[in-house]
């Protein structure tokens, strides 16, 4: 008998299915469609462990839905621009291209041999002039409706990337990127404007709900950080000239005992009168020193400058000291607050170091703030607050808005967190941002008979290392060119685009991969998207999960796609870990993905990736067997080699035993599957795989039809997961074609309805005897069954019985005298 050998089954089936195109779409309409798409990978090195749980999950869906008789679009492609490459290039002295297509070319090779569903011929890459030609075609349409702007203000700057980075990128004030602390710098920087769109980014998730991780949903709303509250006016004593503030709470204006202008503001330039300008000055040199981190600590101590200079409340008319202080943000509001602080804790602390009055406006029976040093923020009384007194917090806040609003001094308004999105980068290995710059013209978009603006080929190593400009400035023969409109000499602008804008849109890109006179063709688009099911770690949750829905809303307004949400449904796989902590070089507890392949086989590290938790948790691969998902792949294999039914044989003529069994698996696995439960799947594959082997081994046997219907079942089950081996008892089996191409079992439901069910007999509460029984059975027959049954008489020993409890068909209790 021949045995199962997973090294010649690879070897034999990899080279037929690439030659078979198993995977490409028909997409001529006579089938439903159905996206499915993973995060596409970067470039970094070979695949790894992470990228085969996270593709294996994909895989599922993907095979599962064209067995269903769907027509899947399963793509793939490279993020490949990005800082990784340039840094390799810098190192090696040589260009990240050479760097990145390595990479690709080797991580291809893995994918391929992982037997992923995907329809190669729609491969992209994100660094191909091809593909960046179409980034740079729709920032200019981005730049004609407006959405590009560039604007100089303090930004985000990563010291050891030497470059600025969006404010999605600075994870707890350090680089996202390489960890180190982020510092502010002015700068003329390209943005999108994103803030456009936080309402509808806001708004449209609410059918997301259900789809996608309620965390994800929660993550981009707290990032959108919609608040309701008012712009305030005051005027400032001495100046002509008004300061707005944000703030939250107007029902506590009457609190306000003083205000506060974030130090790196102008406006703290503007206010401060000429005896403290000097210590302003200092002030701001020490501010500047600080990174973001320890500027948003909380329990730093609070530090700040008085401006020698009074505002006036609207309301109450009274003067406030105005001071500068780095725990307000020049960035978020309007740059300046107006301190309440018996009611906010930052502005407590502030005026306990400096000792600022505070002024109760709200009762809420607490501890006075100025006596404990907390500040109370619940619900309670308005107090002190002329008219507004006797109001609670929620209908204070309308009523100040009002009076205020009467008063000309102020009105609702609605603030974001959201800001617009950076997206210009100094470094060299992005896309060029498609603008030239003329000193007669301006700005001037590059014509799109001229686009791709190509990345100069001549830099390498060196001349890409950071400088805090972009390594394209030192390409004269590149910088400079004539001007489009005026032909005077202008030169281009220099920055590349953040690589989140090339994965803003590459869903898009794949639908028409090969288009030479558009991104994506509108109608084609139309028929994909959205896409059905999106898979993908959970780190991307704001950044590149909030930048495609804000391309996919512009796109859509621009009347280029018809849905407003790209992806419809989202699914975060876990990660895989060893020994309970994340793999990393420092512990020493890598796992080798392709030492994982060769010795225990594609199909049983994929089946054990799934097995091993739900999707969304982690894998720990301290607690996996692969060797055991390898012993029960060559189980289910054994069971074609073993049916020996022909191809046509007709299962009604089977044990119906086992028929109801595989009749029953079936249904529970789509079930199972359209609710993500992969690994319960393939548990009940396993108890299907049991009862074959079972039913082989007696009965019937072999030759029984419904021995063969529960084999083909097992078999079109497992090419979810273990695609080789299916295939190889596919042909086992007698078919000549890919399982690939088959369809999902048809279910008889007939065969569902279980045929017996068990009853548990007890004999003084202690259970002695199980009874398989029709699940119709009456209360009478249960009964003379369950007295009937030896081993009950055995427990009796020939006592008299006082009562029998029947409940039929589960139990019957039988307590003797
Ligand atoms: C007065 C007030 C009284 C406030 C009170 C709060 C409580 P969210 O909800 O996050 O939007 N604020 C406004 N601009 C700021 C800035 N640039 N830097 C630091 N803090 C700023 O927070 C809005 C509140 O944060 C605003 O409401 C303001 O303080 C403060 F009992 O105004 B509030
Ligand atoms: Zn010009």
Redesign the pocket.
């Known amino acids: 008998a021949k045995s199962y050998d997973v090294a010649s089954m690879e070897a034999k089936w990899l080279p037929r299915w690439e030659e078979a195109k198993l995977f490409e779409p028909v997409d001529d309409g006579s089938k439903e469609r159905r996206y499915v798409l993973d995060m596409f990978p970067y470039p970094s090195g070979d695949l790894h462990m992470g990228h085969a749980e996270a593709f294996a999950m994909g895989d599922v869906v993907a095979r599962y839905l064209k067995l269903q008789g769907f027509d899947v679009l399963h793509p793939i492609g490279w993020d490949s621009f990005g800082l990784p490459a340039e840094n390799a290039a810098i190192k090696r002295n040589a260009h990240p291209a050479e760097w990145t297509y390595a990479n690709i070319e080797t991580q291809a090779t893995s994918f391929k041999r992982y037997a992923i569903a995907v329809d190669w011929s729609r491969e992209l890459h994100t660094s191909d002039p091809e593909y960046y030609r179409w980034t740079q075609w729709l920032f200019l349409r981005f730049y004609q409706q407006g959405l590009a702007y560039r604007k100089n203000s303090p930004v985000n700057w990563c010291p050891k990337d030497q470059t600025v980075l969006a404010n999605e990128q600075v994870v707890n004030g350090a680089c996202e990127r390489c960890g180190t602390p982020v510092t502010k710098k002015s700068l003329n920087q390209w943005y999108f404007k994103i803030t456009d769109y936080a309402d509808r980014l806001l708004d449209d998730m609410e059918p997301l709900k259900g789809h996608w991780p309620e965390r994800v949903l929660a993550m981009q709303r707290n990032w959108i950080?919609r608040?309701a509250?008012a712009h305030v006016d005051f005027e400032i004593e001495g100046l002509d000239r008004k300061i707005t503030?944000?703030?939250?709470?107007p029902d506590?204006i009457y609190g306000t005992t003083f205000f506060v202008v974030?130090a790196d503001a102008e406006l703290a330039g503007e206010l401060v009168s000429d005896e403290h300008r000097e210590q302003l000055r200092a002030y701001q040199e020490d501010v500047k020193k600080l990174s973001e981190i320890e500027r948003q600590a909380t329990e730093r101590e609070k530090t700040g400058v008085f401006l020698g200079r009074y505002a006036i409340n609207p309301l109450s008319g009274e003067r406030m000291p105005i001071w500068a202080a780095d725990?307000?943000?020049a960035d978020?509001?309007t740059?300046a607050?107006?301190a309440?602080p018996a009611?906010?804790q930052r502005d407590l602390d502030f005026a306990r170091a400096f000792g600022l009055p505070v002024r109760v406006v709200v009762d809420t029976g607490e501890d006075d703030p100025a006596v404990s040093g907390v500040a109370t923020?619940g619900e309670g009384t308005l107090i002190n607050s002329g008219s507004l007194d006797g109001l609670s917090k929620a209908e204070g806040i309308p009523a100040a808005i009002e009076l205020l609003e009467t008063a000309q001094s102020g009105k609702k308004t609605i603030?974001y967190r959201l800001r617009d999105w950076l997206l210009s980068r100094q470094r060299f290995w992005g896309a060029p941002i498609p603008i030239i710059h003329c000193a007669e013209c301006g700005e001037v978009p590059v014509p799109d008979d001229q686009l791709p603006v190509r990345l100069p080929e001549n830099l390498r190593g060196e001349d890409l290392a950071p400088k805090g400009t972009s390594p394209l400035a030192a390409a004269q023969d590149w910088v400079n060119v004539s001007c489009p409109k005026c032909g005077g000499t202008a030169q281009r602008d220099t920055d590349t685009m953040d690589t989140f804008v090339d994965s803003s849109w590459y869903f898009l890109r794949y639908i028409s991969a090969q288009n030479e006179n558009l991104p994506f063709e509108p109608e084609a688009a139309k028929n994909w998207m959205p896409v059905a099911q999106y898979v993908g770690g959970v780190e991307h949750a704001i950044l590149h999960l909030l930048y495609s829905r804000f391309f996919m809303k512009v796109l859509f307004d621009l009347g280029m796609v018809s849905a407003q949400e790209p992806f419809g449904a989202l699914l975060n796989q876990g990660q895989v870990i060893n020994g309970g902590k994340a793999m990393s070089k420092s512990l020493g507890n890598g796992i080798d993905l392709s030492e994982q392949l060769d010795k225990f086989g594609v199909d049983a590290v994929r089946l054990t990736m799934i097995f091993a938790s739900p999707p969304e948790d982690d894998v720990d691969w301290a607690d996996v067997s692969p060797g055991a998902s390898a012993k029960f792949l060559a189980r289910a294999w054994r069971l074609a080699q073993d049916v020996s039914s022909p191809v046509d044989s007709d299962p009604r003529q089977g044990d119906s035993a086992l028929r109801s069994v595989t009749h029953r698996t079936v249904a529970e696995a789509a079930e199972l599957l359209d609710a993500h439960k992969f690994n319960v799947v393939i548990a009940k594959i396993m108890e299907l795989v049991n009862a074959t082997r079972k039913a082989i081994d007696s009965g019937a046997g072999a030759a029984d039809p419904a021995a063969r219907e529960a084999a083909e079942a097992v078999t079109i089950l497992l090419s979810l997961f273990a695609p080789y081996t299916a295939d190889d008892m596919w042909e086992q089996l007698g078919h000549s074609d890919f399982v690939a191409r088959a369809s999902w079992p048809t279910v008889d439901p007939a065969l569902l309805v279980e045929s017996t069910v068990t009853a548990v007999v007890q004999v003084q509460g202690k259970v002695r005897e199980r009874l398989e029984v029709t699940p119709d059975i009456d209360e009478e027959q249960l009964r003379e069954l369950a007295l009937a049954s030896e081993n009950v008489q055995k427990f009796l020993a020939g006592r008299e019985i006082r009562t029998v409890i029947v409940r039929a068909p589960k139990l019957v209790n039988i307590v003797p005298a």
Do not use: E, I, P, Q
Not at 245 to 249: G, I, Y
């Open positions: 950080g608040s509250g503030v944000f703030t939250t709470r506590t974030a725990y307000v943000l978020y509001g740059g607050v107006m309440v009611h906010d923020v603030n």
